[in-house]
């Protein structure tokens, strides 16, 4: 049995590192770990990444897979509940650091496993509704970027384009904004500022070129 954790970052420019950090402070400890970088969640399943292919190729069963949530795996609803299905079909465990959730094909009652499936179906659900609201704030943000013209770009925004994802992120999760400032590394008004106006916060960083 190994236990594998999967990270991965939608762009480049993102840093890997706070989800392997979290992961270690909740507990768990790696056999493996899979990094994934600049890789959509939306436009590209699972097992059409370089990273995702491997974790079909190694994972069997009694296996334990770890990410930090769900959207982790992926921001489309149909790959993340059919991946989510296959694993655990293979006898794989899946678990989420945030929340500490474990999912897992063992129970072979009937309800348990319609809630089992129920809320995964939920956190596949609000992943890409997550990610299609962040889509249209960008497309927001550069189009009020481009009506403004860079002449006034007002101040220069504190935090950088992965620290918005990251709120983003976290704020779609219903993390409350002391938790999404804790994982981003900024303070509760600058989380108070991006949740108030996400559209304006991306067209801060357009107007400014980060």
């Not at 993102?14 to 979290?22: D, V």
């Not at 303070?187 to 106006?197: K, P, W």
Request: proline letters at 2%; charged letters at 25%; zero cysteines.
């Amino acid at each position: 049995m190994q236990t594998v954790l999967y990270a991965r970052v939608s762009t480049v420019e993102q840093t890997i590192e706070h989800q392997r950090t979290q992961a270690e402070a909740a507990g768990f400890r790696f056999d493996r770990v899979l990094i994934e970088r600049g890789q959509s969640g939306v436009g590209t399943r699972l097992a059409d990444r370089p990273e995702g292919r491997r974790l079909f190729d190694i994972l069997r069963s009694g296996d334990v897979l770890v990410v930090r949530w769900l959207d982790r795996l992926g921001r489309n609803y149909e790959d993340v509940t059919a991946t989510v299905r296959e694993l655990l079909a293979r006898g794989v465990t899946i678990r989420t650091v945030i929340n500490g959730l474990a999912l897992d094909g063992a129970t072979a009652d009937p309800m348990q496993r319609a809630v089992r499936d129920a809320l995964v179906a939920f956190m596949a659900a609000t992943a890409q509704a997550q990610a299609e609201v962040t889509r249209e704030a960008q497309a927001a943000g550069i189009a009020l970027a481009r009506q403004e013209g860079r002449g006034f770009r007002g101040r220069k925004p504190t935090y950088t384009r992965a620290q918005l994802a990251q709120v983003r992120d976290a704020l779609g999760r219903g993390e409350p904004v002391s938790g999404a400032a804790r994982e981003a590394g900024l303070s509760r008004q600058a989380v108070y500022r991006i949740a108030a106006d996400p559209a304006g916060s991306e067209a801060a960083l357009v107007t400014w070129g980060l």
